[in-house]
T-cell receptor, first 111, second 111 residues
Framework: ETGVTQSPTHLIKTRGQQVTLRCSSQSGHNTVSWYQQALGQGPQFIFQ???????GRGNFPPRFSGLQFPNYSSELNVNALELDDSALYLC??????????FGNGTRLTVT | KNEVEQSPQNLTAQEGEFITINCSYSVGISALHWLQQHPGGGIVSLFM???GKKKHGRLIATINIQEKHSSLHITASHPRDSAVYIC?????????????FGTGTRLTIIP
């Protein structure tokens, strides 16, 4: 039990639609990061939030956006979905110099 | 951009064997993480280390900063150790940010 909860667990969307994925972190974890994991690949860093501000971003287009809230929850929003966005989306939370705690992920399928 | 490589990609062993998984990275890092991923996607953090060696139960992780190399060892392997093991490197200040992941090693332990 990592204390990090993601919802929904599975989601099917159509190309062009928008999606919001949610993550609830442990109390006291002031960083949250999101990763995309395509089938058979290692996760890829999307972006990270620290105290509600984005403080790092990977090689993902602006249609991937996020929010972090004061209650340690966060969101990943993806606009104009493409077929290649089909993947497992993982959030991970932590605090200074501590191991990360990962959620079980949301599996997104875009048709 | 940091490149993280793991070997082997797949490993099958008999129960009780000593297991070694290797990870190399291309640029200096603040921390190296070893993670375990089970079918279904959930990721568990095993180790976060920046120097030397750490041990937890039957698992041992080592890192050689000069050679940019880390290893994960499993002693007295058991079928429940079957999973994908991923190493991930962080160049960021806090050591748990903006991870670059390897593609994983799929370990299967046969009873």
């Amino acid at each position: 039990e990592t204390g990090v909860t993601q919802s929904p667990t599975h989601l099917i969307k159509t190309r062009g639609q928008q999606v919001t994925l949610r993550c609830s972190s442990q109390s006291g974890h002031n960083t949250v990061s999101w990763y995309q994991q395509a089938l058979g690949q290692g996760p890829q860093f999307i972006f990270q939030y620290y105290r509600e501000e984005e403080n790092g971003r990977g090689n993902f287009p602006p249609r991937f956006s996020g929010l972090q809230f004061p209650n340690y929850s966060s969101e990943l929003n993806v606009n104009a979905l493409e077929l290649d966005d089909s993947a497992l989306y993982l959030c991970a939370s932590g605090s200074y110099n501590s191991p990360l705690h990962f959620g079980n992920g949301t599996r997104l399928t875009v048709t | 951009k940091n490149e993280v490589e793991q070997s082997p990609q797949n490993l099958t062993a008999q129960e009780g064997e000593f297991i070694t998984i290797n990870c190399s990275y291309s640029v200096g890092i603040s921390a190296l993480h070893w993670l375990q991923q089970h079918p279904g996607g959930g990721i568990v953090s095993l180790f976060m280390l920046s120097s030397g060696k750490k041990k937890h139960g039957r698992l041992i992780a080592t890192i050689n900063i000069q050679e940019k190399h880390s290893s994960l060892h499993i002693t007295a392997s058991h079928p429940r150790d079957s999973a994908v093991y991923i190493c991930a490197a962080s160049e960021a200040l806090f050591g748990n940010e903006k991870l670059t992941f390897g593609t994983g090693t799929r370990l299967t332990i046969i009873p």
